[in-house]
């Protein structure tokens, strides 16, 4: 044998050698996830009952049942009677909607009303949280004052939610406009004009809010459109999260191969940050099966 060929052979065996060792190793250690996935539990899943209509929320949660999804939300506090004795849990209370929010001083007074009251109706279905946002931009209010009429109004109502140990989430929204097949704006997929629709100034406003009372609602769709990094953006951001959103992008459709964000690893970065918390399913069926679609999803997530 040639010098050449006789280094070449035992190059190859040393590396064979290496990489068993790594192989036996890993056989014999539980990977991230796994580990995670045993001390953390499974992914406690929800549904958002709006993307569904007009399928009324006591069907839809019948589906969820048989699903395995565990809560529903974004449904009307009429229907929240009905779909608990079915054996499903409120996820997230709803309050004054994302266009008449705090950055305006003129809706303080309902804001602030609104979120008392879902307060209230959070104690009452013993659910977690209750979704805030900040509001539509208002010509004449700078940036400087949105951020100080938001904090302002929040500052009032989070000793109440402390005192009844419930949660505020704020949501943060995309601001782009997305069109329909007839080149309409659709009113659902973006928000033009929304004032939080930067992921680290919501954070910055939750930090300076300073209440574990008080916390950000990352909506995966929305986080993906507006400032990307999925998964270091909540590793970064994952102390400040009481609530996930999720939807396909483009078109907030489904979690199929038909859009981008990558669902599985980006769900199993929130496992391992000991997220607890519910991952409610918000996007918009575009198929002919909408339960299907639901169920694909729930797949998706189960990670």
Known sequence: MKRREFLA??????????IAQVGAQEQSQPTKSAATKTSSGKVRQSVMGWCFKPMDA???AKHCKQIGIEAIEGISATDYDAVTKL??????VGSHGFAKGPLDPENHAEVEKKLRDGIDLAVKYNVSNVITFTGMRKEGVSDAAARKNCLDCWKRVVPYAEEKKIGLVLEHLNSEKHYDENGNVHPMKGHPGYWGDDLHLCAELVNEVGSDSFKLLFDIYHVQIMNGDLIRNIGRYHDLVGHYHTAGNPGRRELDDLQEINYPPVIRAIMETGYQGYIAQEFIPSGPDPVASL???FDVCNV
């Open 295 to 297: 169920k694909q999803a």
């Open 9 to 18: 052979a035992q190059a190859a065996i040393a590396g064979a050698a290496t």
């Open 87 to 92: 054996g499903l849990k409120i996820s997230l």
């Open 58 to 60: 006591v069907t839809l």
